[in-house]
């Protein structure tokens, strides 16, 4: 019988490189997207045949309070939590040899738990290949580097760079903007190369101190993986040099937000050819179907891209963030947007989700609209040709409204899963109402003496 290490992929093996492994950490993403579990001696991992986490850790808030289960009944029945020995790999940062798994989990039954973020993802995906579809995914990761804050009563400000002047705006695409913070930045290098993660290109947005990270084309289960894997890679490296990393949709007043563009095509499984492509290169009818359903389907699915009340916050006019579901070749005021490219890597990107979203989530709800588009055989409004941040906006303009929204939306809630849709509306509710009890800044300064 192998041992258990002889399971891990090339880079978790290059990172042991002949050392004694000394803590494994048992992980699970929740719906926010944290990573939940269990970390243990590496010998007791290779001898221990089950892990046990209660499915309660669904139900859980950002804040740490527990929302209601829709079932009624709060029992917290034990989950199987299942090793996938594909997603190991090194917890660069931590001062032993330290291994991060991804667990899946599953019923005492062996049946996957529908809210299990990755198992919604892992549902979708099943969707796909059903119909003989592969779907492939390329998201785009954008954050902040912002200066410690270790006082949520005071503002966000960018963070203090290598010239001792803080980080300023405006300068996207700035090679010494990025330079700034090379220290940062150069962890993340280190530590991504640890993890056997691949970067695609690193770049300076248009805010202060917002950087973005692109991530090669894959399969959408792994990319997902492969974010969770980042965020947390990304705040340790910043930790490292006196500052924070923040994946806030909207971290800082007057700076761009934060988003998670998601490209997507679809090939089929048996050809490896994108569906989006005729054989003469043009445009198929399964393009046009797939950016239909997200202009149907989008607005029900904005609760899962945009999962929190700062979310929407980033839907503003002129702040390089989309507004509408309109679409475009080549158009970055449209929401939904076609790249150039060849006719092999046809694709459309969704430029709505927040990189806040759970990414599991973000790109199940994503590729979930193009799948009801092509099995709906829609057909997507005209063209935008213009600016279309002249249209009026198509998104909700809060949680609220937005969870009405996915609510409403039966075929979505059906491929996402019922149970799931009833946890994560019970959650994100939850979440609402205890915002909705904390006084501003701005209602104190305008309305206490005015009104």
């Known amino acids: 019988m192998s041992k258990w290490t002889d399971k891990l992929p090339e880079a978790a093996s290059d990172w042991i ?61 034990d989950m199987i939590l299942v090793p996938d020995f594909s997603s190991a790999c090194a917890a660069p940062w931590t001062a032993d040899v330290t291994l991060q798994i991804i667990h899946d989990a599953q019923d005492q039954k062996g049946v996957p738990i529908p809210t299990a973020p990755r198992n919604v993802l892992k549902r979708i995906v099943d969707l796909y290949l059903k119909e003989g579809w592969q779907p492939i995914v390329a998201p785009e990761m954008e954050f902040f580097l912002v200066a410690r804050n270790i006082d949520p009563n005071m503002p966000i400000i960018p963070p203090m760079g290598r010239s001792g002047r803080r980080a300023a705006g405006k300068q996207a695409y700035s090679m010494s903007a990025v330079d700034e913070y090379g220290k940062v930045i150069d962890d993340i290098y280190d530590f991504a190369e640890a993890q056997g993660l691949e970067i695609d290109g690193i770049l300076q947005e248009g805010g202060a101190g917002q950087v973005e990270i692109n991530l090669a084309h894959g399969d959408p289960v792994r990319l997902a993986d492969e974010i969770f894997f980042f965020k947390r890679l990304i705040r340790e490296a910043a930790l490292r040099h006196d500052c924070f990393a923040t994946f806030m949709a909207k971290p800082i007043e007057g700076e761009p937000g934060s988003a998670m563009h998601i490209h997507h095509s679809v090939v089929d499984a048996r050809t490896g050819k994108n569906i989006f492509s005729a054989k003469d290169g043009s445009e198929t009818p399964a393009f046009l179907h797939f950016i239909a359903g997200m202009q149907k389907h989008l607005p029900g699915a904005v609760a899962l891209l945009a999962p929190y009340v700062n979310s929407y916050r980033r839907y503003v006019p002129d702040f390089a963030a989309p507004i509408n579901l309109e679409w475009g070749r080549d158009n970055r005021t449209t929401g939904l947007r076609v790249p150039i490219s060849g006719p092999e890597a046809r694709r459309i990107e969704n430029r709505l989700a927040g990189m806040d979203c759970n990414p599991y989530l973000g790109l199940a709800a994503s590729l979930a609209c193009g799948y009801l588009g092509l099995k709906e055989g829609l057909m997507p409004k005209p063209e935008c040709v213009g600016d279309a941040y002249m249209n009026e906006t198509d998104l909700p303009y809060n949680l609220g409204d937005a969870l009405d929204l996915l609510e409403e939306d039966t075929a979505l809630r059906e491929v996402l899963g019922e149970e799931f849709c009833g946890v994560y509306d019970s959650v994100k509710r939850n979440e609402y109402k205890e915002f909705l009890q904390v006084i501003s800044p701005w209602e104190r300064e305008h309305l206490l003496l005015n009104v």
Do not use: H
Request: proline content about 8%; hydrophobic content about 40%.
């Open 17 to 77: 490189a002949g050392r004694r492994v000394d803590e494994v950490e048992c992980i699970i993403g929740d719906i926010a997207g944290v990573a939940r579990g269990k970390a243990m001696p590496a010998s007791k991992f290779a001898t221990q045949t089950s892990y046990f986490l209660p499915n309660s850790i669904f139900l859980q808030t950002i804040t740490g309070e527990w929302a209601d289960p829709p079932s009624g009944a709060f029992t917290e029945p």
